[in-house]
């Protein structure tokens, strides 16, 4: 990394935080990376390529960015990067780009000060374990992008009602009652039907409602879901787009209708902790095998 100065990689830095500002939902990881490549100008260092693969401006940028995730000013959460309050106001703030980064290593070591059992080695901070320690924070997070982008490309692409199906295992794990589930055709709106005892004797009755779309669902849609909710429903709304802001601010302003909204990280979530009580048909509609390694410290 000798080739690369902090004013070169604070230069970088500032032009990718300028590229999540104009995405407050945030940006895909490889998505921000390309756009990033395309809006600045590599230097032959920068092209250049590892024998192992892969182009050294990207493991610069990825180096940089782990002192910006310790400062609070990139939030990085399953592959997807997004800029935080703190991390806008640096932006605006620093305008330097040396000055930037230096302050983004600087609060990097300041919270690796403050960890338990630090302090007390003197190889503690010294070059050499910082970059062990963001080389373990970059293979980790890139392992995690890989594994969500592989589930999320998965679940999208999946038959619109086996992700019915898929759901409705969910909600049996979770010790839910589904009495029905929508076969191909028109449904009224509502995918499963599901109660809270065997029967379906005592409210409340759940409606579900199963999207599995690309683009975030808008309020005129859950609206309409909403609308088919009486005072003795419970409704869930699974998407797999996630919802737009209006939305959500939608639901939160009518709680009364009592409805409780599902984005694709959420189901996953949700199917990770209930995946030893699915049973095995729901399993192998989306099976998932846990790898363990050590983690960064956080």
């Not at 590599?42 to 940028?61: P, Q």
């Not at 180096?63 to 310790?70: E, H, N, P």
């Not at 409704?235 to 939305?247: E, L, N, P, W, Y």
């Not at 601010?249 to 409780?260: P, S, V």
């Amino acid at each position: 990394m000798a080739e690369i100065t902090r004013q070169r990689t604070g230069e970088l830095l500032r032009k990718l935080f300028e590229i999540l500002l104009k995405e407050p939902e945030g940006l895909q990881a490889r998505l921000a990376l390309e756009r990033l490549a395309g809006a600045v100008a590599l230097t032959e260092y920068e092209a250049g390529l590892y024998e192992a693969g892969g182009r050294r401006f990207e493991k610069i940028v990825r180096f940089a960015t782990v002192d910006c995730v310790k400062a609070g000013w990139l939030i990085k959460n399953k592959g997807t990067w997004s800029i935080s309050s703190e991390g806008g106001d640096a932006y605006k703030r620093l305008t330097d780009p040396e000055a930037f980064y230096r302050e983004a290593i600087r609060l990097y070591r300041e919270w690796s000060a403050k960890r338990p059992g630090t302090g007390t080695s003197s190889s503690t901070g010294s070059p050499e374990t910082v970059e062990t320690e963001k080389a373990v924070s970059i293979t980790f997070e890139q392992a995690e992008e890989q594994a969500w982008s592989e589930i999320e490309q998965y679940l999208r692409e999946m038959n619109p009602y086996d992700f019915q199906e898929l759901v409705a295992g969910l909600l049996r794990a979770m010790g839910y009652h589904v009495s029905w589930v929508a076969p191909p055709g028109r449904d009224g709106g509502v995918d499963i039907f599901a109660y809270t005892d065997p029967l379906g004797t005592r409210p409340p009755r759940i409606k579900v409602q199963v999207k599995r779309v690309a683009s975030r669902v808008s309020s005129e849609i859950l609206r309409a879901f909403m609308e088919l909710l009486t005072e003795d429903d419970v409704g869930i709304f699974v998407s797999t787009g996630g919802f737009t802001k209006d939305a959500e601010e939608y639901a939160r302003a009518h709680q009364n209708k009592k409805i409780t909204l599902i984005d694709l990280e959420r189901l996953v979530d949700l199917w990770t902790k209930f995946y030893e009580k699915l049973d095995d048909r729901a399993r192998q509609r989306l099976p998932l095998s846990s790898i363990h390694f050590l983690s960064p410290q956080t």
